[in-house]
């Protein structure tokens, strides 16, 4: 029996409405199935995040470990499985596909070190006796040197993986940075209204100046979307990955590597950190002489989450995100 963690559930019922109610009651049947069907034996206790249900497993044929993903199939998962093969195939350094049920979206995948991810090196264990920093806009507190070395090294490492997987061309049938972005600004309008805030609606307005400079071109590169440092695990030495960090849980689709840079600014926020990051993950991309369009995108993510937010109700920005925006149309 597949206990269902109360978040997942939460989070399903929450964001994806009765289609998010019929995923959760089907799951323990689905688990069921594909252990049985892809000759899996369970080894470690569920794992999940806000889409997915992942089981440690390993394939009883061969001894292999791997990880049984379950997932709701929408717009964005959908293409998971055809990222991670062109990934695969150009040795881009993201998770490996063993199994895929295309009615179900079922993933059989590479088991990475789950107890490793990237934010590990980020939150820095803390530098006993260390000297201090006052991290500049964040609430209340200083940060220790080490921590923001060690956050400095995750971002260095993200950036890596992300230049790997940007480098591959989107295959055909994706969804597409194009088609967001018109609906991005076809919403902009009505979402800067609604805003409450005077000085909130001004900066928005801005994003989506910007945005719409480098709309007619959306480019054609695969993108991850959600390159964040829990998304980046340390591979196996079993499966001949040792110190390598792969990237995994891709929502993908085509278009401008600018578009990728805005979850590593955002997670493990530090607002003095965002121009520091940003001028390091242009560089990685080598898009520090395109820092333009790399900043127009990155607000383009802005102005995304500020469509969904204001579409859920909210009147406002969230903080990290206008102070994101404030940072990088102020270095413009």
Known sequence: MIDIPDELIATQY????AAGRAFVAALPG???????EWGLRRDGAVMYGMCALV?????????VPA????QLVDAE???????????GAAGAGAVGVLGHDPGTGALLLERLDEGRPLSGIAGGGGVPGGSRLVGEGVPGGSRLVGEVADARRAVTVLGEVLARLAAVPAPEGLRTLGDAVERMLAAAPGVVERLADEGERRLLADCVAAVREVAGEPGDRLLHWDLHYDNILAGRADAGRAGEWVALDPKPLA?????????ALDNLFDAGEVVWRFDALTE???????????RAWTLARVLQN???????????LAPDHAEIARRLLAVG
């Open 284 to 294: 990685a991309l080598g898009m520090e002489r395109d820092r333009g369009r790399a």
């Open 55 to 63: 089981l440690p497993v390993v394939r009883e044929a061969d001894g």
């Open 14 to 17: 929450a964001y994806n409405g």
């Open 67 to 70: 990880a049984l993903k379950l």
């Open 77 to 87: 998962t959908v293409g998971e499985p055809v990222a991670l093969r062109a990934w």
């Open 306 to 316: 500020a469509v969904w937010a204001v579409g859920d109700g909210e009147r406002e």
């Open 30 to 36: 689905l688990a069921g199935r594909f252990l049985e």
């Open 255 to 263: 278009g401008d590597p600018g578009f990728e840079l805005f979850p």
